[in-house]
């Protein structure tokens, strides 16, 4: 039989009313229900006074709340019984749910079904009835006053809650008491199953603790001589470190020595190579004069001399080349003591009152000389269009960065994420867009501080991403960071 559904109202059961008249009684014969009902509220609709024991049965109650044991069979028996009446000898409370299959009367009329049986002596007299139709046996015995010992209690009890016998409300406070003995009982019985269980898992348990207690004793032991070893090599190792730094030193400080002496090598070969420049000066002029003297049909003197002059020459090149003197880049004028104009830098731009996502800002980061970009792909791309796929979104990223390199002719690199791929990405980079994916194992955000940290002191570097750990890091190594959106503003931006 299908569970009733529980109703806010059902926690409390069922409390019997006072024994009402069956209705019809007084009632006009056109009114009355077809059948009469039998019993207690047969001879009460008829206008008989009841006798001493049908008025005993009428006056007892219950007291307590129906079990819900009981309270389950009395409204599965009506909701089973229900779909048998003619629609006009239903409780108007009843009537919606006539259709139903008797098990979703039984869940969703609950309430409606235990209500009518108890303020409806007319609908209760019905469901007996048809009671007494599907178990006679049952019924004779509970009029005769004798219960059936095989019977299920639950359901002598509510044969007897319908039908009303004799000492009817006695079976049904009995049968809830032999409901809640056998659910302690149950409960009891289950209670000392789980403490056998956990009897059993705790005896599992301590020998387990046991066995890994021995184990990590084991483990400490083994741990502490592979210490003890390792303090051995360290002291080793920490030996040989001073060592080597001993011999860091000497070699150092041979390095300094070496240095000072190319030093002076170096002073001594740039006078000689002042002395020979001021030689050859002397010799281009007196070659000059010597190239006058033959135009003009000088002697053959002046012709050796001539030849004379170019063997010169020829010999302070070749000196020149043998001692690898250097062109010298020093003129007059950077002799001279001023003022030096300060070079552009990216964080002088910052000072200029622009906002951080102001295209104009990155263009005049763009337009400082051999100004380097740096660009953290998915982070943009994330920011601008994440909905994308990843590769439409690289298309996309680039397309706009090589327009911008186009435009600006700044160095552009754009690093994605690659530690996750399997293999790497085929794809042909944009023209002046240089395009990396960081190796496994790493992020683009390392990769983008390698990429800072390989550029010169003083290059200026612009770092293109939303990650504060990124900008922290760049603004370090002196690279100057912008926002995402900074850059995505730009490329919206014809």
């Not at 006072?18 to 009684?25: D, S």
């Not at 006695?170 to 009891?188: F, K, S, T």
Request: proline share 6%.
């Amino acid at each position: 039989m299908v569970d009733a559904a529980k109703e806010p109202g059902e926690e409390q059961g069922l409390r019997p009313a006072a024994p009402e008249r069956v209705p019809g009684a007084g009632q006009e014969p056109s009114e009355r229900a077809p059948s009469e009902p039998s019993g207690v509220e047969q001879s009460g609709a008829s206008g008989v006074e009841p006798s001493g024991a049908e008025a005993e049965r009428a006056v007892e109650k219950l007291e307590r709340p129906l079990p819900e044991g009981v309270r389950r069979r009395v409204v599965g028996l009506a909701s089973d019984a229900l779909g048998g009446l003619p629609a006009a000898e239903l409780p108007q409370s009843l009537r919606q749910y006539a259709k139903f299959t008797p098990a979703r009367r039984a869940k969703y009329a609950a309430t409606a079904l235990a209500a009518a049986l108890e303020s409806e002596p007319a609908f209760r007299v019905r469901i007996a009835e048809r009671l007494r139709l599907g178990q006679p046996d049952l019924v004779k015995a509970l009029e005769s006053g004798s219960v059936p010992g095989a019977a299920d209690p639950m359901d002598v009890a509510a044969a007897a809650y319908l039908v009303r016998s004799a000492g009817w409300s006695r079976l049904v406070a009995e049968a809830g008491e032999e409901a809640e003995r056998a659910g302690a009982e149950g409960a009891a019985a289950e209670a000392s199953r789980l403490v056998e269980k956990l009897q059993a898992e705790l005896s599992e348990l301590r020998a387990g603790a046991r066995a890994d207690l021995d184990r990590q004793r084991a483990d400490a032991e083994e741990v502490r001589r592979e210490t003890e070893s390792l303090r051995k090599k360290v002291r080793s190792l920490e030996s040989d470190t001073r060592r080597a730094q001993a011999e860091t030193r000497k070699l150092a400080a041979e390095l300094e020595a070496a240095k000072a002496q190319a030093l002076a090598e170096r002073s001594a070969a740039e006078s000689e190579a002042r002395r020979l420049r001021h030689r050859v000066s002397e010799l281009e002029t007196a070659a000059e004069q010597g190239r006058r003297s033959a135009r003009e049909g000088r002697s053959v003197e002046d012709m050796r001399l001539r030849l004379l002059l170019d063997t010169v020459l020829q010999s302070a090149q070749g000196l020149q080349r043998e001692l690898a003197l250097p062109v010298s880049q020093i003129r007059p004028a950077d002799l001279v003591e001023a003022v030096v104009p300060g070079a552009a830098s990216p964080h002088d731009v910052a000072r200029r009152g622009l906002a951080e996502d102001d295209p104009a800002l990155l263009d005049q980061l763009l337009a400082i000389p051999q100004v380097h970009l740096v660009v953290d792909g998915y982070n943009v791309t994330k920011t601008g269009y994440p909905t994308l796929p990843l590769e439409q979104q690289r298309i996309r990223l680039l397309g706009g960065l090589a327009m911008l390199a186009q435009r600006t002719q700044a160095e552009v690199t754009c690093v994605f994420d690659g530690q996750d791929l399997d293999v790497p990405v085929m794809m042909a980079p944009p023209r002046g867009v240089r395009v990396r994916f960081s190796r496994t194992g790493e992020t683009a955000d390392e990769l983008i501080r390698r990429l800072v940290r390989a550029e010169p002191q003083g290059r200026p570097v612009v770092v293109v991403s939303a990650d504060r750990e990124v900008a922290d890091g760049v603004r370090k190594a002196g690279a100057r960071p912008v926002a995402s959106v900074l850059l995505l503003n730009r490329l919206a931006r014809p």
